[in-house]
């Protein structure tokens, strides 16, 4: 069974531009989550989708957004980057329950210039 | 709100030997699930170990383990026989078994692992 996948895994922008990072689930999830990764601040929650509704939101600006697709891949999308968005995204997916393992993708690293 | 703590940043370990790394958290919370991850410089992160709060039996993979202190709200990570391959950064994370929570989880800082030859 194929494992989670993230498009693209390297990603550079500039201040005030946008960004979409893509997140394809193992077959058969229907959970999909996200984590920034930052020296400073660490691993952090953004959302979670499930069944194509957000179910959990982090701490983040309106800035980061997400959605989910009927196949249950997720996009996640930052508007009006600042170079505080450098970081590693994560997204991770399960089948849906509190007790399902979650298992991550290999990630998208942004750098901001 | 539920917090995670490792107060190692960094550890090291010869191989072939045992290592713990400390993990504390804070939840008001009875039921939940606790993890230990790992993180090579892949940055794939892998899960090593679960523990489900209401086992009293602490969770074994191999050669982890782990000691669970509900009431002392700490979560210990052992690993035996140290191998090259187990040098990584280690997290320790949180999830709420409640039916609002989903899958989020809540890491704590992360412990850099060292394992010298």
């Known amino acids: 069974k194929a494992g989670v996948t993230q498009t693209p895994r390297y990603l550079i922008k500039t201040r005030g531009q946008q960004v979409t990072l893509s997140c394809s689930p193992i077959?058969?999830?229907?959970?999909v989550s996200w984590y920034q990764q930052t020296p400073g601040q660490g691993l952090q929650f953004l959302f979670e989708?499930?069944?194509?509704?957000?179910?959990n939101k982090g701490n983040f600006p309106g800035r980061f957004s997400g959605r989910q697709f009927s196949n249950s891949r997720s996009e996640m999308n930052v508007s009006t980057l600042e170079l505080g968005d450098s970081a590693l995204y994560l997204c991770?997916?399960?089948?849906?329950?509190?007790?399902?393992?979650?298992?991550f993708g290999p990630g998208t690293r942004l750098t901001v210039l | 709100a539920q917090t995670v703590t490792q107060s190692q940043p960094e550890m090291s370990v010869q191989e072939a030997e045992t290592v713990t790394l400390s993990c504390t958290y804070d939840?008001?919370?009875?039921?939940?699930?606790l993890f230990w991850y790992k993180q090579p410089p892949s940055r794939q992160m892998i899960l090593v170990i679960r523990?489900?709060?209401?086992?009293?039996q602490n969770a074994t993979e191999n050669r982890f383990s782990v000691n669970f202190q509900k009431a002392a709200k700490s979560f210990s990570l052992k690993i035996s026989d140290s191998q090259l391959g187990d040098a990584a950064m280690y997290f320790c994370?949180?999830?709420?078994?409640?039916?609002?929570?989903?899958?989020?989880?809540?890491f704590g800082e992360g412990t850099q692992l060292t394992v010298n030859p």
């Open positions: 989708y499930f069944s194509e509704t957000q179910r």
């Open positions: 994370a949180y999830r709420s078994a409640g039916g609002t929570s989903g899958s989020r989880l809540t």
């Open positions: 523990q489900e709060a209401y086992k009293q």
């Open positions: 077959s058969g999830h229907r959970s």
């Open positions: 939840t008001s919370e009875s039921d939940y699930y």
């Open positions: 991770a997916s399960s089948l849906g329950a509190s007790w399902n393992e979650q298992f």
